[in-house]
């Protein structure tokens, strides 16, 4: 479980609050308006960024001021996910060890990460010898090596195709019922949040609300959610 408790973030003349909590093993996106909030949100949960108040809870413990390497969850950005100067296979390397080296074992569970995301064989390859689609899939694939309770996405799939969208959106459902995986995904389409997120956290006018039903959301938008889906 996910516990938001009294969070007050604040940049610039920006602020936004959140008091909530999001079950362990949920699928939640995360949406609304442009400039609302939603990046800086999971900035905070990540440990990126610092609240001005309050505190971030996984499983009871207070999270707030652990160090972003140390927290329980992987994230995801639509870019920089991938050190272009190593190889995938260091690439993966690294979410199993800072350090980056690759032992014997670590080899084996790479090689089958890679087979998971479509990508056998090509471990040696920088990223830039990777397309756009298979660059997400190296960074899910290290994702999924990380098996992190919680995996935090931020628009990852936004510049793929629809074809490609929806398969990475699959493979991300897959693997999160496989490891019990926490989920919050940013998401400009709401569809993305249909397809995968049962659970909505609205993040409008200053808040982050407490999770709800996705379908019941986008069906009845209140007005914030409205102008912004052009409904
Ligand atoms: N470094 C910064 N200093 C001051 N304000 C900032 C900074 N970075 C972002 N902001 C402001 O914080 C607010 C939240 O930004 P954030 O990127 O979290 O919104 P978002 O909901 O993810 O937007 P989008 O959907 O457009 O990506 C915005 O109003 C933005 O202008």
Redesign the pocket.
């Known amino acids: 479980m996910l516990t938001l408790d009294n969070l007050i973030i604040e940049?610039?003349?920006?602020r936004?609050s959140a008091d909530l909590t999001i079950p362990a093993g949920a699928r939640v996106a995360v949406i609304?308006?442009?400039?609302?909030?939603?990046?800086?949100?999971?900035?905070v949960i990540a440990g990126f960024f610092a609240a001005t108040q309050g505190r971030v809870l996984w499983r009871g413990e207070d999270i707030t001021q652990t160090d972003p390497g140390a927290r329980p969850l992987s994230i995801l950005f639509q870019d920089q996910n991938l050190f272009p100067h190593l190889s995938v296979t260091r690439n993966l390397a690294l979410g199993l060890n800072p350090a980056g080296k690759v032992a014997a074992t670590d080899r084996t569970r790479i090689e089958t990460a890679l087979i998971r995301a479509g990508l056998e064989g090509m471990g040696a390859r920088k990223p830039g010898q990777l397309s756009g689609g298979q660059q997400s899939r190296a960074a899910l694939a290290r994702a999924l090596l990380r098996a992190r309770p919680m995996l935090l996405l931020?628009?990852p799939f936004a510049a793929l195709g629809p074809a490609l969208k929806a398969e990475m959106l699959g493979l991300v459902a897959q693997i999160a019922r496989e490891q019990g995986t926490t989920v919050l995904m940013?998401s400009?389409d709401p569809e993305d949040a249909r397809a995968l997120c049962p659970q909505t956290v609205l993040?409008a006018d200053g808040v982050a609300l407490p999770p709800q039903d996705t379908q019941s959301l986008l069906d009845h938008p209140p007005p914030s959610l409205r102008a912004y889906l052009g409904a």
Do not use: R
């Open positions: 940049q610039g003349d920006f936004l609304g308006p442009s400039g609302a909030g939603k990046s800086t949100l999971l900035s931020d628009e940013v400009h993040v």
